[in-house]
């Protein structure tokens, strides 16, 4: 009997599996990837739309609804009452923060970049003065070494959009601001990568 | 009853509808369809579970049968664009239904996340399958294998689709290279 039984599932499943075969929706597996691959999503997107009939779906209020949600409304337990029961010990009233204290906890910026790298066009300018070049390595060291990072990044878009050059004289870099930022409109001729080591960092003035 | 939503899935079963209108409900959608037209919207029937497993079940399905009211036409894809639909997206879900289709009716999620991952880029691919899966597009069974849902069933032309996919043009180079995140994520 059981035999009897398994093969008439094996017969069903060859039914089925004929009946796909047979069915306009039989294409090889290996071929519909094939066929995905090689199909642009612009294609693919339009095959899809001659072939989709979005449902008609409309939201709305209804009087049972509304009842139901006016119901759960009055039943349910005030915020104090259901904070209680997470066990989160004592309230803290919302208080009024400002730009300053958000800019401590890294959430804004205090000023824009473009502002920064203005700031620090400035900087550069006034302290190269008469000699019209500042040391590369002395300009770019801060109080530590995240903001002697980060005036190194903002040193290297001066140098990239033309507020300043940068030369090379022996194994010593130094930085010429420009009164006028001079942009490279056909891009950076070349590109220097300028490790931050100790080293040079101990050896700025 | 047709047009408003009324829970998660749009429309309205038959023993519903039977309630509601009596007997002669089949009579009345016949005239609601024919009605429609006009709005190029039509009334369609959809009985569970018929293209996700190619089981026949009439008698057993017939009360639980859905019926939906859905676009007669086509839309044009700046149409799709102004109601929230992506290229990308329609794409992933293109390819998606495709290998669910070629493969029987089910397919492992892995693989499907790695065909949109092509078209869409492979973060994209995560999100979107969880949007399709949410959306009723697509159905995870106990087994985790991916199956078409019940808003396939309701929207899509499966025969057209698979028809358009077989007789699309061959391979080209420039079309088949995978996308990058920054890519995808562009398009608005």
Redesign the interface.
């Known amino acids: 009997m059981r035999a009897i039984t398994s093969l008439a599932r094996v017969v069903g499943l060859q039914s089925?599996?004929l009946?796909?075969q047979s069915?306009?929706?039989?294409?090889?597996?290996s071929?519909?990837?094939?066929?995905?691959?090689?199909?642009?999503?612009?294609?693919?997107?339009?095959?899809?739309?001659?072939?989709?009939?979005?449902?008609?779906?409309?939201?709305?209020l209804?009087l049972a609804s509304t009842k139901e949600a006016k119901e759960f409304w009055e039943n349910m337990l005030s915020f104090f009452e259901r904070r209680k029961r997470l066990h989160l010990g004592p309230f803290d009233n919302p208080a009024a923060t400002d730009i300053g204290e958000l800019a401590r906890m890294r959430v804004v910026e205090e000023k824009a970049y473009t502002r920064k790298m203005q700031d620090l066009w400035n900087e550069l300018k006034e302290r190269a003065g008469k000699d019209e070049t500042v040391d590369y390595w002395t300009f770019i060291k801060a109080s530590d070494f995240a903001h002697t990072v980060t005036r190194a990044q903002l040193v290297s878009f001066l140098v990239s959009y033309g507020y300043a050059n940068l030369q090379r004289k022996g194994n010593a870099m130094f930085l010429v601001p420009n009164a006028k930022p001079n942009p490279h409109l056909e891009g950076s001729p070349l590109s220097l990568p300028i490790p931050i080591t100790k080293e040079a960092l101990v050896r700025a003035k | 009853m047709l047009f408003f939503k009324r829970g998660r899935v749009p429309g309205a079963r038959s023993w519903e509808l039977k309630t509601g209108l009596g007997k002669g409900y089949t009579k009345i959608l016949e005239r609601l369809d024919e009605n429609l037209k006009d709005l190029d919207l039509e009334v369609k029937k959809v009985e569970p579970q018929t293209q996700s497993d190619f089981k026949h079940v009439p008698e057993a399905g017939e009360e639980e049968s859905r019926y939906f009211v859905r676009l007669k036409g086509t839309l044009a894809p700046k149409e799709a664009r102004l109601c929230g639909w992506r290229i990308d997206n329609l794409a992933a879900l293109a390819a998606a239904l495709a290998i669910v289709v070629s493969k029987q009716g089910k397919s492992e999620r892995k693989e499907l996340e790695n065909v949109i991952g092509n078209k869409a880029g492979r973060w994209r691919a995560l999100t979107l399958m969880d949007t399709f899966l949410r959306s009723g597009y697509l159905e995870e069974d106990e087994e985790g294998l991916v199956k078409l849902g019940w808003r396939t069933r309701a929207e899509l032309d499966l025969p057209s689709l698979m028809t358009l996919l077989a007789e699309s043009a061959g391979p080209s180079v420039e079309d088949g290279a995978p996308v990058d995140e920054d890519q995808a994520s562009m398009e608005g």
């Open positions: 089925a599996h009946r796909f069915s306009s929706l039989f294409v090889d597996p071929v519909v990837k094939q066929k995905l691959d090689s199909l642009s999503r612009e294609q693919l997107a339009e095959f899809l739309l001659l072939s989709w009939h979005p449902i008609v779906e409309l939201e709305q209804t």
